[in-house]
């Protein structure tokens, strides 16, 4: 089955490249530009996966991944956090709203594709 994936970013450019890159690995992509659409576009295409950027305007990363394991619906879905930054801080961060894992920008895609697929066999 053809796993559908969310990725959220307010970079088009980023959404383009994860976009063809995945596309291109038999992913379904469906795109949001920022937490809040991100969080409106989680419940129109209940996706397998979801990759969010942590700096957007409107709602950031961490409280898009927060509102999203809010939601019963979404609480087991995992979250790959894409990200220009590497703290330990912002990592921990992360895993305590809920990241399943974390990559830093710019991104191998190949690396991308194999962390996908252990998280969301």
Known sequence: MTKRILTVDDSMSMRMLLKTSLTKQGFLIETADDGEHGLAR?????????ITDIN???????????AVRAMPE?????????STE????????????GAT?????????????????????
Not at 42 to 50: A, I, N, S, T, Y
Not at 74 to 82: Q, T
Not at 102 to 121: E, G, H, N, Y
């Open 56 to 66: 957007m305007p409107k709602m950031d990363g961490f409280e898009l991944i927060e």
């Open 86 to 97: 590497f703290s330990d801080d912002k990592k921990a961060r992360a895993r305590s709203a």
């Open 101 to 121: 894992g974390w990559i830093t920008k710019p991104f191998d895609p190949d690396k991308l594709v194999s962390a996908i697929r252990r998280v969301c066999p």
């Open 42 to 50: 989680m419940c129109e295409v209940g996706p397998d996966l979801l």
């Open 74 to 82: 979404f609480r087991g879905i995992p979250i790959l956090v894409l």
